[in-house]
């Protein structure tokens, strides 16, 4: 499976940002899918993930009431809005294809990763 990540981009603190990641394949609908990032010289840590038919959501404390996940398996794809950006939320944002029908926390339960989509925000 191959993701393309996009949507990054510059924006203000407190304006809004909506990420897509899109699979190459259809049997990416039975996965699970994450979301992650990676800021400057910071560990790639947890932000979102879904399961496979969209019924649950995970997401990092740090993003909660202002991110929200959703997919379209129809279009092989899954979003990521973000709303009231902040400029700790700049980084590197990667999507990933879980191992099974439900995302999780950890980076080790994902076997297929995008290339990144970079996000900035000013303050």
């Known amino acids: 499976v191959q993701l393309q990540a996009s949507g990054g981009g510059l924006v203000q603190a407190g304006e809004s940002l909506r990420l897509s990641c899109i699979a190459s394949?259809?049997?990416?609908?039975?996965?699970?899918v994450g979301w992650f990032r990676q800021a400057p010289a910071k560990e790639r840590e947890f932000v979102s993930a879904?399961?496979?038919?969209?019924?649950?959501?995970l997401y990092a404390d740090s993003v909660q009431g202002r991110f929200t996940i959703s997919r379209d398996n129809a279009k092989n794809t899954v979003y990521l809005q973000m709303n009231s950006l902040r400029p700790e939320d700049t980084a590197i944002y990667y999507c990933a294809s879980a191992r099974r029908a439900y995302g999780s926390r950890g980076e080790y339960d994902y076997n297929y990763w995008g290339q990144g989509t970079l996000v900035t925000v000013s303050s």
């Open positions: 879904i399961s496979w038919n969209g019924a649950s959501t």
């Open positions: 394949r259809r049997t990416f609908s039975n996965n699970g």
